[in-house]
């Protein structure tokens, strides 16, 4: 069964304490100073919790954010890799993370290019990351299918056991190609603005 990462940026804590109420675990956010204000003292109370970032992280930013997040589904290049490493060892903690691949091959996407991936896991294995799968966010104006597809098969070519994909448009045929985390956002909260 996959785990529903529920995407609560833009959304206040009022609009997602029924969740954790409810007993819901996984909550994703894409900008750090907004998961810091609005994560840091719910996460003290309820241990349980996984604060997902799943938006672009800055190396500026990783140091804030390995205080907060205990999965990063973002990683895309050897420079954010390394200072994540060098962070979380000083907190002592094993962030998990995943690696983004522009599946698309889209010049203004985010995410590592299939033909630098092979380069990028190894030297995070080096570095000891705790690299527990691939993530992707396939082209909007495309059938998402043959991507899916695709990223299974790199998973799989590298052993992974995770898989992140799928969003509210998607998540059914990302289920299809074996992810195991779906990313939903509006398909939970309704519309941001
Ligand atoms: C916002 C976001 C989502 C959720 O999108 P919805 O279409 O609202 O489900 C999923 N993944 C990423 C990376 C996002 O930025």
């Known amino acids: ?20 109420e409810h ?37 500026n930013k990783v140091k804030f954010a ?10 895309d ?12 060892l000083k907190l002592d903690k094993k962030i998990k993370i995943f690696i983004q691949v522009n599946i698309g091959g889209e010049d203004q996407k985010s995410g590592i290019n299939k033909s630098d991936l092979n380069g990028l896991i190894t030297y995070c294995q080096e570095i000891n990351l705790n690299v527990i ?3 992707c966010i396939p082209p909007l104006d495309d059938d998402p299918s043959k ?5 299974k098969e790199l998973n799989q070519k590298y052993g992974f056991n995770e898989l992140s994909m799928g969003m509210s448009s998607d998540y059914l045929k990302a289920i299809e190609y074996e992810a195991s985390f779906v990313r939903i956002g509006s398909n939970i909260f309704g519309l941001r603005y």
């Not at 290049?77 to 979380?88: T, Y």
């Open 1 to 20: 069964m996959p785990k529903v990462i529920a995407v609560s940026k833009t959304f206040t804590i009022e609009k997602i304490l029924p969740l954790i």
């Open 23 to 59: 007993g819901h675990c996984d909550f994703g956010e894409n900008k750090v100073q907004e998961a810091l204000e609005k994560w840091s003292e719910i996460k003290k109370n309820n241990p349980n919790i996984n604060i997902h970032l799943i938006g672009k992280l800055q190396t």
């Open 66 to 75: 390995v205080k907060l997040f205990d999965f990063i589904h973002s990683v």
């Open 77 to 88: 290049s050897k420079k954010l890799a390394k200072k994540i490493a060098d962070e979380q």
């Open 133 to 135: 799968g691939l993530m």
């Open 147 to 151: 991507f899916f597809k695709e990223m």
